[in-house]
């Protein structure tokens, strides 16, 4: 069954951030996407600790979706290593549920 998930990336910049969900969202490859106000992230690369000011972008679409949003947002990201994860939704509202099927269904 085409189950719902909800995935998510950061990006350094809201701009980039907002085309990253509109293009996602104009492709039917998410029903919808949630940006997140700008947060500090911490993390290590290349053997430094770094602090940024990050966007995260929570995607909401199925399983039958996934690789082809995953691919399009690893073409458009311009981080080496973008976040990527993905968060089973194990319930909610059927209405919605049903909806984010429809949006996020593929065109025929």
């Known amino acids: 069954m085409n189950e719902i998930v ?14 990253l969900a509109r293009g996602a969202v ?21 053997g430094a600790v770094e602090t940024a000011t990050e ?14 949003l995953e691919a399009w947002v690893g073409a458009e990201h311009s ?4 976040e990527w994860i993905t968060l089973p939704v194990t319930g909610g509202s059927g209405a919605y549920l049903s909806w984010v099927r429809e949006e996020s269904a593929a065109p025929e």
């Open 55 to 68: 966007w995260r972008v929570s995607y909401k679409t199925t399983t039958d979706r996934l690789p082809e």
């Open 79 to 82: 981080y080496d290593v973008p």
């Open 6 to 19: 909800i995935a998510q990336t950061t990006i350094d910049d809201e701009d980039r951030a907002k085309a």
């Open 26 to 46: 104009e492709r039917r490859l998410a029903a919808c996407a949630h940006i997140d106000q700008p947060f500090t992230a911490v993390y290590r690369w290349q």
